[in-house]
């Protein structure tokens, strides 16, 4: 499952589009005061047509969505984001009623924007390993944010 979450319009409002990679799945379209807030497509080229009309409306893409990646072995899925300085995981067995809240979720939460984004690399590299390959591959940027008071936490004494 594929799923881009943008932001955008007057006044700002939070759209998803959602791919079902089951050609036998149905789409539905979700709207709220006109506008649509959700759309899933079972077609790929209609998910990114979808996709490209948003952006082309002005609206971008949230930072969950930018580094949004599904990993898939050959009965489990797992899905990694990164939101702020929040590393969410999301993962389970994959079932043809497979919806988004399928699974388990995880989010675990650092100190650090820097220590949240070595956590995700690192849990995507760790994936990897274990044979779990990526569908619908695409470049991911992580933005910068800037620098926020840090957490408190424990520090180690010398």
């Given at each position: 499952m594929l799923l881009r979450e943008l932001i955008g319009g007057d006044p700002p409002y939070r759209c998803r589009l959602i791919l079902r990679?089951?050609?036998?799945?149905?789409?539905?379209?979700?709207t709220g005061g006109g506008r649509v807030t959700e759309q899933a497509l079972t077609r790929l080229a209609d998910f990114e047509e979808a996709v490209a009309a948003k952006v082309a409306e002005g609206f971008a893409e949230t930072e969950r969505s930018l580094t949004r990646r599904v990993l898939v072995s050959s009965d489990r899925f797992w899905i990694v984001a990164l939101d702020g300085d929040t590393v969410r995981t999301q993962f389970g067995r994959i079932l043809t009623e497979w919806r988004e809240s399928s699974g388990q979720n995880r989010d675990k939460e650092f100190r650090d924007r820097d220590r949240a984004v070595a956590a995700y690399h690192r849990a995507i590299a760790?994936?990897?390993?274990e044979g779990y390959e990526e569908r619908y591959a695409r470049p991911v940027l992580i933005?910068?944010?800037?620098?926020?008071?840090?957490?408190?936490g424990k520090r180690k004494s010398r």
């Open positions: 990679d089951d050609p036998s799945a149905f789409g539905h379209r979700v760790d994936k990897l390993k933005a910068d944010v800037p620098n926020a008071a840090k957490k408190p």
